[in-house]
Nanobody, 129 residues
């Protein structure tokens, strides 16, 4: 049975930084595509950044390129999202997820949509002055 522990969200001023963490038990993340997705009020869920299994490639939404970095710590079985230069439009609930896939760009582009995606519980990020 999979369990997620997400942390690192909160309130930050524009231009600030946050690092989201997502520790998973029950599955070895290195074998899976992992990703971060977000949903703003009144909007559909969108893929923010995804990372392929093993040393697989990374994918970033255009809106976060150059500002966000996705990574994975194998011994800790944890994925991270480093978010710098945050903007008000980055506000939303952020979800970590994983899926047995190597087509991470498609998975990210479609907001992680798959009946087999495993989802974290979500964590609030608010960017406001």
């Amino acid at each position: 049975q999979v369990q997620f522990v997400e942390s690192g969200g909160g309130l930050v001023q524009p231009g600030g930084s946050l690092r989201l963490s997502c520790t998973v038990s029950g599955y070895t993340l290195d074998y899976y595509g992992v990703g971060w997705f977000r949903q703003a009020p009144g909007k559909e869920r969108e893929g923010v950044s995804c990372l392929g299994p093993g040393d697989g490639g990374t994918y970033y939404a255009d809106s976060v390129k150059g500002r966000f970095t996705v990574s994975r710590d194998k011994p800790k079985n944890t994925m991270y999202l480093q978010m710098n230069d945050l903007k008000p439009e980055d506000t939303g609930i952020y979800y970590c997820a994983f899926l047995s896939t190597i087509t991470i760009q498609a998975w990210c582009d479609y907001g992680g949509e798959s009946e087999f995606t495993k989802w974290g519980q979500g964590i609030q990020v608010t960017v406001s002055s």
